[in-house]
């Protein structure tokens, strides 16, 4: 088990996970190249020029943009940046539209039978679904920046003890430095 554990570099437990999830995506991939090899190909690298050529700058350039004209704040203790607070939504809701897109615009023709819903409801769906990460997602933010210390309060509180043992430690010498003077006479 130890040589395993060396060899491996984790336990048995995510050895078998990892077997069985490249099992299961073995078996999606030859079930979705049955018969649409070509098509499933063509997807697959188009996919991966669009995102590496279009999506990559486009998302890359907005988080810069983000960062660079709202700077974080800086009176707070622990520096929680909000960038996090909206880059974790808006990815949730920008792959949602990604996997849902055909639905979400109203190009269902070939899914209406699949799916037995109107085409009208999934904008909707998408919508509220995006604003209901976006409002937890803020409410959380908001929960963890009323709950930090503000670094004006850290800093007082950390001169404050500074100043504590400073004045300790003054005593001590000058208790020191008296002549005659032991703990048991008053001090």
Do not use: E
């Amino acid at each position: 088990m130890t040589r395993l554990l060396r060899w491996y570099g984790a336990g048995p437990a995510h050895l078998l996970a990892m077997v069985v999830s490249f099992a299961v995506a073995a078996y999606a991939a030859v079930q979705l190249l049955t018969g649409r090899t070509l098509a499933v190909a063509l997807w697959f690298i188009g996919a991966a020029l669009l995102h590496d050529l279009v999506f990559l700058p486009l998302y890359s350039g907005a988080d810069l943009t983000a960062q660079t004209v709202l700077p974080p704040r800086k009176d707070r203790a622990p520096k929680r940046t909000w960038v996090n607070y909206v880059r974790v939504p808006v990815a949730l809701s920008c792959l949602l539209l990604l996997v849902w897109f055909p639905l979400i615009l109203r190009q269902a023709q070939p899914y209406h039978g699949d799916t037995a819903l109107s085409p009208d409801v999934y904008l909707t769906r998408w919508l509220v679904i995006t604003a209901v990460l976006l409002a937890a997602s803020a409410a959380l933010f908001a929960l963890r920046q009323l709950r930090a210390p503000t670094r004006h309060a850290v800093v007082l509180a950390s001169s404050a003890l500074g100043h504590l043992r400073y004045r300790a430690s003054q005593r001590r010498a000058r208790d020191q430095s008296r002549p005659g003077r032991s703990k048991r006479d008053g001090q």
